[in-house]
């Protein structure tokens, strides 16, 4: 596809169960980050992938968020034991450096509710 | 400190007029890298314009302009000619030069009133 890809665009879960989100990047496409946006609020970084490098795991909120990334291509962010703060949209964006700019484009995110 | 502040929380504007929409920033990296992005009411995030700390000369992208002000660390977003497909929330960002991550700001509301 031409663009970043996020399933599902909607999740509702119970509490205390696990979701697993899944983002597919732009091919070629070396950086990948997702971040977590509360209602009416700004963008909060949660990790960042790079190449094979080690991620930046410095925005996960706690030891229930986890993600993973298999070299350049697809992601996945997941939460075990959902507690209800953790609805929110989580957006995923991927990018390349363009002329030294290193631009993100992000994907249409997932809707998380936990009741 | 926030490392991105919008103090706008809501702004309206007559379409066709002109509207700046307001960003400071904090860093002590003299290499970092300025952007705004647009979420409609879909929620895609849409990149718009880029400055670069090192740039000389103010980003332009169409309808949008950036007026850099590097002493005074602002770097607000003009939007001229306003139509009424540009109400959404606008998010100022930040990439320090050293750092991976990209700080967002609590974005400004826009609404273009016909």
């Known amino acids: 596809g031409a663009g970043v890809s996020q399933s599902p665009s909607n999740k509702v879960t119970e509490k205390g169960k696990d979701v697993e989100l899944r983002c597919d990047p732009i091919?070629?496409?070396?950086?990948l980050y997702w971040y977590r946006q509360r209602l009416g609020q700004g963008l909060e970084f949660l990790i960042y992938?790079?190449?094979?490098?080690?991620?930046?795991k410095s925005g996960l909120p706690s030891d229930r968020f986890s993600a993973e990334r298999t070299g350049e291509s697809v992601s996945t962010l997941t939460i075990q034991r959902t507690q209800q703060e953790d609805s929110a949209v989580y957006l995923c964006?991927?990018?390349?450096?363009?002329?030294?700019?290193?631009?993100?484009?992000f994907g249409p995110g997932t809707r998380l509710l936990v009741l | 400190a926030q490392k991105i502040t919008q103090t706008q929380p809501g702004m309206f504007v007559q379409e066709k007029e002109a509207v700046t929409l307001d960003c400071t920033y904090d860093?002590?990296?003299?290499?970092?890298?300025l952007f705004w992005y647009k979420q409609p009411s879909s929620g895609e995030m849409i990149f718009l314009i880029y400055?670069?700390?090192?740039?000389?000369q103010n980003a332009t992208e169409g309808r949008y302009s950036l007026n850099f002000q590097k002493a005074r660390k602002s770097a607000n977003l003009v939007i001229s000619a306003s139509q009424l497909g540009d109400s959404a929330m606008y998010f100022c960002?930040?990439?320090?030069?050293?750092?991976?991550?990209?700080?967002f700001g609590t974005g400004t509301s826009l609404t273009v009133i016909p």
């Open positions: 964006a991927s990018s390349l450096r363009l002329a030294g700019v290193q631009t993100q484009y």
């Open positions: 860093t002590s990296d003299p290499s970092y890298g």
């Open positions: 091919s070629g496409h070396t950086a």
């Open positions: 992938f790079q190449g094979n490098s080690a991620p930046d």
């Open positions: 960002a930040m990439r320090e030069g050293s750092g991976n991550q990209f700080y």
């Open positions: 400055q670069g700390s090192y740039d000389q």
